[in-house]
């Protein structure tokens, strides 16, 4: 009788792995088509992208277009991770992650306010042609010459040799350009 019982559930349970292996097959065939496809696809758009952005901005805003084609390619392989959990038959899942990663992203935008500030501020000053590696400028009762332009910070060669360094977001709302000493 007992071993009646277990053959049976053996047999059962074998049964239903074969049926749930059956059903997931085409859903495995087309997540790897889908992750086969958006692969290549995302990264010919980065690279139609790069190749946009460098004929837009000049050479030395390279950290620019760096910055750009990363923040495309998170969106894009997010969106594609999502999109294959929804293929594989994990939608309500990849809806959770979705939200989930909406309020992080809110949470981690909010600490990280100031660094957006001095790369958005950046980002300005790399495009401002009054601001440009070697003017002379003044900066919160600091005068100097531009001696780099970052994304998060500026530098500054003082008179006497030292360098300042400033984060954008004060350089860019604050600053004077002065002519030759």
Do not use: C, H
């Not at 969106?79 to 038959?89: D, E, R, W, Y």
């Not at 992080?104 to 042609?129: K, N």
């Not at 400033?166 to 860019?172: M, S, Y």
């Amino acid at each position: 009788m007992a071993v009646g019982f277990l053959v049976r559930v053996v047999e059962l349970t074998l049964r239903e792995l074969i049926q749930g292996v059956e059903a997931a097959i085409p859903r495995a065939v087309a997540g790897l088509v889908f992750a086969a496809i958006a692969y290549v696809a995302i990264r010919v758009v980065l690279a139609v992208l790069r190749r946009l952005l460098d004929r837009m901005y000049e050479e030395r805003q390279a950290l620019v277009v760096q910055l750009l084609v990363t923040i495309a390619g998170l969106f894009l392989w997010f969106g594609a991770a999502l999109g294959f959990l929804k293929v594989v038959g994990m939608g309500q899942i990849a809806a959770s992650l979705g939200t989930a990663t909406g309020f992080i992203a809110l949470g981690v935008s909010y600490a990280l306010s100031e660094m957006i500030e001095d790369t958005v501020a950046g980002v300005y000053l790399l495009r401002d042609p009054d601001f440009e590696i070697g003017d002379r400028v003044e900066v919160d009762g600091v005068e100097g010459r531009i001696a780099a332009i970052e994304l998060r910070k500026s530098r500054f060669k003082l008179d006497d040799g030292d360098t300042t360094v400033v984060a954008n977001r004060d350089v860019e709302s604050r600053w004077t350009k002065r002519g030759e000493p």
